[in-house]
């Protein structure tokens, strides 16, 4: 019988908190968050469809979409025309799950 290292584990949950924790400040800014909304309800933007839906400069909104894609909330699709962006749905219900867990465990005590 093989008996789990328990330094793995360890190792795992440092990990999955590094990520939650870089895609929750990846989501502290509320222009980010309307940037996930907008993606959200498209099926892929170019960054002009986006800075036409804000009162941003383009190179604000290209900094705030590099957060998200670097944060894993976003993939970016280069294309020589208009490069696309698109909302991750999958890491967007992992971080709802972590979150979910996070309240979980920090409130099972009331």
């Given amino acids: 019988m093989k008996i789990a290292d328990p330094s793995a584990a360890t190792a795992d949950n440092a990990d999955s908190a590094r990520q939650l924790a870089a895609r929750m400040a990846a989501l502290g800014h509320p222009a980010r ?6 993606l959200a309800r498209a099926e892929s933007c170019c960054c002009r469809e986006v800075v036409e839906n804000f009162d941003l400069a383009q190179s604000t909104v ?19 025309q208009r490069s696309r962006y698109r909302v991750d749905r999958d890491a967007l219900a992992g971080l709802s799950a972590s979150m979910a867990a996070l309240v979980a465990t920090c409130c099972s005590g009331r």
């Fill in 62 to 80: 290209s900094q705030h979409l590099k957060v998200l894609v670097e944060a894993g909330l976003v993939t970016f699709t280069p294309d020589r």
């Fill in 33 to 38: 968050v309307e940037i996930i909304r907008h």
